[in-house]
């Protein structure tokens, strides 16, 4: 048995010299929504990172100086942060279903494929 990823969110699998294509769980969806609760949990454990440029002037040049600051989150933003957080880990529910339901249906195939070569062998 051997297998390769493939670009498509599938991986093929090489059973017996027949190749399958059985879904694969990352990338993606997945990935992008782990990210952004990742940044969430940070944001409202460290603050938001806040830059403020500020340009200073000289007789012949001009200076941009970057001030990168951590400021508390607020009451309503707090709230706002924790319900996105919420609607990611609903969506990510929503993914992991989804992933579910194509394993299921692979192995199901495979389980009938199987079957069939082995009714067929004898």
Known sequence: MTNKDNNDGKREIKIYKKTYRLPALSGGKLDQLQSQI???NEHLTKGRLVVKKEEQRGIFRRKVVEHKV???LSFEERYKEL???VQ?????VLV???HQYDYQKF??????EIGSIGVSGR
């Open 38 to 40: 990742r940044q969430r």
């Open 88 to 92: 990611n880990y609903d969506q990510m």
């Open 107 to 112: 192995f199901q195939e495979l389980a009938k």
């Open 70 to 72: 951590r400021k508390p």
């Open 96 to 98: 992991l279903r989804h």
């Open 83 to 85: 319900n996105a957080i």
